[in-house]
Structure formats: C-alpha cells, structure tokens
C-alpha cells in the first residue's frame, strides 16, 4: 500500500522559509518522480513543483521559481520542498503526490500559513 506522509508546515512570516519533507512508503521510490501540489480555500489544487525519479530534471510553477526548491533523498524515501522568501499567496495546503500505475496518490498534506 503506497503511503505518503508530510511533515514540516506551520505558520511563518512574509519572507520567511520552511521545508517540507514527504515520507514514502509501499513503493519502490526510486523508480519514481515525486511531486509537490498545493490548494488554498476555494482554489483548484494545483502543481507546484516535480523531480524526475534520479532527482536530475526539476520543474516549478511559475509562482514559486526562485524561491522554492524540490530535492529528494532515495536513500531516505523522502522528496523535500524548501521554501524561501515566502508570501501570503503561498498559504495553502501541501500535498505529496506520486502517479503509480495510473493511479495518483495523495498524502494527508501539511498546511502552511503566511502570515504576519
């Protein structure tokens, strides 16, 4: 059974920093890209950032480039989300994701808050 448990959320001020990690479990994790979702009240969850199954090719949505880095840790079965430089439009809940046999999984999240 695929399992994904976040960690690391918590409420921050504007321009502050948190990182998130993501636990996996139930899969051979190395053989898979991981990524990073979020969805704030009332919006559509959305992508936020992905890695390939070696950790070589990154991609990010285009409201967190430059603040925001996805890494991973196959030795550990965890992907990481380092946020930097964090706004108030970053307050959402984050989501680990793996798409494994067709089948997207989904851990409980971790919710982040801006907020001064």
């Known amino acids: 059974q695929v399992q994904l448990v976040e960690s690391g959320g918590g409420l921050v001020q504007p321009g502050g920093s948190l990182r998130l990690s993501c636990a996996a479990s139930?899969?051979?994790?190395?053989?898979?890209?991981m990524s990073w979702y979020r969805q704030a009240p009332g919006k559509e969850r959305e992508l936020v950032a992905a890695?390939?199954?070696?950790?070589?090719?990154?991609n990010y949505a285009d409201s967190v480039k430059g603040r925001f880095t996805i890494s991973r840790d196959n030795a550990k079965n965890t992907v990481y989300l380092q946020m930097n430089s964090l706004k108030p439009e970053d307050t959402a809940a984050y989501y680990c994701?793996?798409?494994?046999?067709?089948?997207?999984?989904w851990g409980q999240g971790t919710q982040v808050t801006v907020s001064s």
């Open positions: 994701n793996v798409r494994r046999r067709g089948t997207m999984w």
């Open positions: 139930g899969f051979t994790f190395s053989n898979y890209a």
């Open positions: 890695i390939t199954s070696a950790g070589g090719i990154t």
